[in-house]
Antibody
Framework: QLVESGGGLVQPGRSLRLSCPTSGFTFSAYAMSWVRQSPGKGLEWVGLIRSKAFGATAEYGASVKGRFTISRDDSKSIAYLQMNSLKPEDTAIYYC???????????????WGQGTLVTVSS | DIQMTQSPSTLSASVGDRVTITCRASQTISTWLAWYQQKPGKAPKLLIYEASTLEGGVPSRFSGSGSGIEFTLTISSLQPDDFATYYCQQYYTFGKTFGQGTKLEIK
C-alpha cells in the first residue's frame, strides 16, 4: 500500500513536500518513483530514487530537475518529494509508485498510490 | 528524449469487440515497454511489462506484443470493466517515458 500526502494549494515560488508512506513490501529493496498528471492530461514521469543497494541515487525529468528532490527513509518506509520554486504548471496529481528494476537501470511501476493534488496558484 | 506516440487517441468499441492500441517509439527500445490502464479518478494500474509479459492478476484477454519501435496492446473481447484510458511507457531511458494515452470509449 502506498498513500501519498502533503498536497494542497501553494503560491508560485513556494515549496511543498509530499510524503509516500508504504506498507506490504520490503521498501528498502525497491526504487521509488513519482509520476504526475495535470488535470485532464496524461502521465508525466517526475523522477525516481534507487534503492540503497544501487546507491540511493536519484534521476529527474527535465521539467523538474534542479527544483525537485526525491529522498527516502528506509527505516520508516517512506519516500519523499521536495518541491521548490513551484510554478503554476506544476499543478497536478502526484503519484508515488513502487518501481521494478531490470538490469541496466530500467524501471517500470507495479504499484501506485492514490495520488495527492498539488495546486500552484496565487 | 525518446518520444512515445499512441494511436488512436480515442477508440470507440462495443462489449465483445477485439481492439488493438498501438504505441510507437521514436527510436528502438528493445522490449522495454509497459502498458497501464487508468480509470477516472484512479491511479494507473500495470497491465503488461517487457512488451508482452502479463502482470499477475490481469485477465488473459489482455495481451501485448512488439519490439524495437512498434508495440501493440490487444484486448481480445472487451468487457464493461475495460473502458478506460491506456498508456504505454518506455523504460529504456529516463525522460519522457509515457505515451499520450488512448481513451477507450463505449460505442
Amino acid at each position: 500500500q502506498l498513500v501519498e500526502s502533503g498536497g494542497g494549494l501553494v503560491q508560485p515560488g513556494r515549496s511543498l513536500r509530499l510524503s509516500c508512506p508504504t506498507s506490504g513490501f520490503t521498501f528498502s529493496a525497491y526504487a521509488m518513483s513519482w509520476v504526475r498528471q495535470s488535470p485532464g492530461k496524461g502521465l508525466e514521469w517526475v523522477g525516481l530514487i534507487r534503492s540503497k543497494a544501487f546507491g540511493a541515487t536519484a534521476e529527474y525529468g527535465a521539467s523538474v530537475k534542479g527544483r525537485f528532490t526525491i529522498s527516502r527513509d528506509d527505516s520508516k518506509s517512506i519516500a519523499y518529494l521536495q518541491m521548490n520554486s513551484l510554478k503554476p504548471e506544476d499543478t497536478a496529481i502526484y503519484y508515488c509508485a513502487k518501481s521494478m528494476t531490470v538490469p541496466g537501470s530500467k524501471y517500470y511501476f507495479d504499484y501506485w498510490g492514490q495520488g495527492t493534488l498539488v495546486t500552484v496558484s496565487s | 528524449d525518446i518520444q512515445m506516440t499512441q494511436s488512436p487517441s480515442t477508440l470507440s468499441a462495443s462489449v465483445g469487440d477485439r481492439v488493438t492500441i498501438t504505441c510507437r517509439a521514436s527510436q528502438t527500445i528493445s522490449t522495454w515497454l509497459a502498458w497501464y490502464q487508468q480509470k477516472p479518478g484512479k491511479a494507473p494500474k500495470l497491465l503488461i511489462y517487457e512488451a508482452s509479459t502479463l502482470e499477475g492478476g490481469v485477465p488473459s484477454r489482455f495481451s501485448g506484443s512488439g519490439s524495437g519501435i512498434e508495440f501493440t496492446l490487444t484486448i481480445s473481447s472487451l468487457q464493461p470493466d475495460d473502458f478506460a484510458t491506456y498508456y504505454c511507457q518506455q523504460y529504456y531511458t529516463f525522460g519522457k517515458t509515457f505515451g499520450q494515452g488512448t481513451k477507450l470509449e463505449i460505442k
